[in-house]
């Protein structure tokens, strides 16, 4: 059984999917739900609003590539810390930079790396293996 929403839900989700997109830096471009604001009469709006796993959102953002226009859910939007897949790579790109490593940090990385390449089907080689580095 699909899920609709009630117009007032519809009207919520929506409001406070605009506020987030102001504090991101984001322009709503389209917006299922965005009739429902706008019109003044609930009674004639169709009972069938999808819900918001599934209703369209079309978004760009003014930082990272404001001639793109991104598609994606209110879902997906709201739960999201960032908004948008651009803002959360380029938030993690700003934490790694210049990030300074210790000796021990760099073997534990190195003996995780090495133990993923030998779990893989490809370390059949000796090579390959994590019995070759001992």
């Known amino acids: ?51 918001e796993r599934i209703a369209n959102l079309k978004v760009i953002c003014l930082r990272h590539d404001p001639e793109r226009i991104i598609d994606t859910t209110y879902h997906n939007y709201n739960r999201s810390r960032y908004g948008l897949a651009c803002c959360g790579k380029a938030s993690t790109s700003l934490k790694l930079t210049n990030r300074k490593f210790t000796e021990e940090t760099i073997q534990k990385m190195s003996d995780s790396a090495k133990l993923y390449q030998a779990t893989k089907p490809r370390a059949n080689k ?5 019995k070759y580095d001992e």
């Open 1 to 51: 059984m699909v899920y609709y929403l009630p117009p007032t839900q519809a009207i919520i989700c929506h409001t406070r999917t605009v506020t987030l997109m102001q504090e991101r830096s984001h322009v709503l471009v389209y917006g299922k739900y965005q009739r429902f604001v706008d019109s003044s009469k609930l009674e004639l709006v169709d009972k069938n609003i999808p819900n």
């Open 126 to 130: 000796f090579r390959d293996s994590y």
